[in-house]
């Protein structure tokens, strides 16, 4: 299982990096499988370098924050414009997300809907499909499992498993009982690190590097940890040594473009 940084910038886009995006990528059946786990702003060019966008087998969105998903809205007018899509069988790409996913990201594409309506306006480019917590889900080599964490909106952790390697990404979250499931065991855990100690004082947000360290300890069985989703208002080293401070190894931080075997 590979691991593509498309993205990591914490709540906007920032110079050197787009917003969330993550490319999770392994073999299987003679081809390679591609999810998607959320498409921030600022992610859809970039994702360009690493895979074609008419590959993509499936998208998972972690919550409904423009940092995680409004990239999307670019992605239906490929799937529905693009000649090099639209002239093939044109399947619909699967968008796991939270609840009314779909009618949200019509909206933000200018599509208004009633809000009785089940229908969304962005079919059949998108098959959207609704996140349960703990409820997995396969996607070629790929089983997923959604853990709903601790955030403003409804927000899922996702853990992903294939080949007997487990990725664990929180998205945003503070610290909360669910961490335990998402991360133990987990070969490399994708922790948001976006607050600071001492600094950022709000509860039920995101997590400190201190804070990611200590629920990755907590979990058990850890093998990498990897602070993510540090806004461009911080400096990524603080964050670092805050974890390093009780991680008993590397502490690792993401890095746009990056790639890393699982």
Not at 121 to 137: K, Q, V
Not at 196 to 217: P, S
Request: hydrophobic share 35%; net charge negative; glycine share 12%.
């Amino acid at each position: 299982m590979k691991l593509t940084v498309v993205g990591c910038s914490g709540s906007f886009p920032g110079p050197d990096s787009p917003a969330s995006c993550y490319l999770v990528q392994a073999e299987h059946e003679g081809r390679l499988w591609s999810v998607v786990l959320d498409l921030g702003n600022g992610a859809l060019g970039p994702l360009q370098r690493h895979v074609r966008l008419d590959e993509i087998d499936a998208i998972v969105l972690s919550h409904l924050h423009p940092d995680h998903c409004l990239d999307l809205c670019g992605l239906f007018v490929v799937q529905k414009y693009d000649p090099m899509v639209t002239a093939g069988s044109h399947p619909p790409i699967p968008v796991y997300g939270p609840q009314d996913t779909g009618a949200r990201i019509s909206r933000a594409n200018g599509v208004t809907l009633e809000e009785t309506q089940d229908v969304h306006g962005l079919d059949p480019e998108f098959d959207f499909r609704t996140l349960t917590s703990g409820r997995s889900f396969t996607v070629g080599p790929f089983t997923l499992t959604p853990r709903l964490v601790n955030h403003p909106v409804e927000a899922y952790g996702v853990r992903i498993e294939a080949d007997g390697r487990t990725l664990a990404y929180t998205g945003d979250t503070d610290v909360c009982g669910a961490l335990t499931d998402l991360l133990g065991g987990a070969h490399l855990a994708l922790t948001d690190s976006a607050f600071v100690e001492g600094r950022d004082t709000v509860e039920g947000i995101h997590l400190t590097g201190a804070r990611a360290a200590q629920a990755a300890l907590d979990a058990g069985g850890v093998g990498r940890l990897m602070l993510t989703h540090i806004p461009p208002w911080n400096d990524p080293e603080t964050c670092r040594k805050e974890a390093a401070g009780i991680w008993p190894g590397d502490v690792e931080l993401a890095r746009p473009g990056a790639a890393y075997d699982i």
